[in-house]
């Protein structure tokens, strides 16, 4: 049964315009309250009554955990934790904290579909698909190079692969799991140079391909993913590289 504990660890918020605060003192709440996966939060209008902040600032914080796969919301029962919320203490930001979770999460499903996307590629690519992968990975590497906005050009290579692996489910879904991430406008994890040391990696999952090797390219996948996830990592640590 749900009691009133958990409220007692949160106090008002002084500027009720700042959502980063209603979110730090929601995950502080969390740990204080020692809540963890399965657990259900307070139900919003108390929350947002302990604050002194309307419900909709409450349910806005709240829709930011749930674009991030924090939490789960269940009409007419209330909303449960899904993730473990890290702890807001420290130098780097929560909501960094937030988003490099959520990140972590999105590479674990991705490391299962892409690597198997890629073994399927290689055992079943036509003659044209493994020269176009190859011709996408070359255009991909030299914006790279030229320091270029890469996204468009980073999709079109790994969607050429999961058609090339005859089943389009695999992008399907990983398009819908990218689609459902939310980060804030500046997070780090949406920076041009973000994910930059996988891209060597890109070239040895194509030519894997090319060469009709399921186990090269499987495991060139987990190297290309190996380096974003240590990326991940060290910005949770430091915080995220200054821009230039």
Same mark, same amino acid.
């Given at each position: 049964m749900l009691h009133d504990g958990p409220l007692s660890y949160l106090e008002p918020i002084e500027n009720r315009s700042r959502g980063e605060a209603i979110l730090e003192a929601l995950a502080r709440m969390i740990h204080q309250a020692d809540l963890g996966v399965g657990d259900r939060l307070p139900p919003?209008?108390?929350?947002?009554?302990?604050?002194?902040?309307?419900?909709?600032?409450?349910?806005? /914080?709240?829709?930011?955990? #749930?674009?991030?796969?924090?939490? &789960? $919301?269940?009409r007419g029962d209330g909303t449960y934790l899904t993730a473990p919320?890290?702890?807001?203490?420290?130098?780097?930001?929560?909501?960094i904290k937030l988003e490099a979770e959520a990140v972590l999460r999105l590479l674990?499903?991705?490391?299962?579909?892409?690597?198997?996307?890629?073994r399927h590629a290689a055992t079943r690519a036509s003659a044209f698909q493994r020269s176009e992968i190859?011709?996408?990975?070359?255009?991909?590497?030299?914006?790279?190079?030229?320091?270029?906005?890469?996204h468009a050009a980073?999709?079109?290579?790994?969607?050429?692969?999961?058609?090339?692996?005859?089943?389009?489910?695999?992008g399907h879904i990983l398009s819908r799991?990218?689609? /459902?991430?939310?980060?804030? #406008?500046?997070?780090?994890?949406? &920076? $041009?140079?973000?994910?930059?040391?996988?891209?060597?990696?890109?070239?040895?999952l194509a030519d894997?391909?090319?060469d009709r090797d399921p186990d090269g390219a499987a495991l060139a996948v987990n190297r290309l993913l190996d380096a974003v996830d240590a990326e991940v990592h060290l910005i949770m640590v430091d915080g995220p590289p200054p821009t230039h």
């Open positions: 919003e209008v108390m929350m947002a009554d302990q604050l002194g902040v309307g419900r909709s600032t409450i349910r806005e /914080a709240l829709n930011r955990w #749930e674009g991030l796969g924090l939490i &789960r $919301r269940r919320i890290p702890d807001p203490e420290g130098p780097v930001p929560l909501l674990e499903v991705r490391r299962t579909l892409e690597r198997d996307a890629a190859s011709r996408l990975c070359g255009i991909l590497l030299s914006i790279v190079e030229r320091g270029q906005n890469y980073d999709r079109q290579f790994h969607e050429a692969i999961f058609e090339a692996s005859g089943n389009p489910l695999f799991l990218n689609i /459902a991430f939310e980060a804030s #406008e500046d997070s780090p994890f949406k &920076r $041009r140079a973000f994910g930059l040391a996988s891209f060597p990696f890109h070239r040895t894997a391909i090319a």
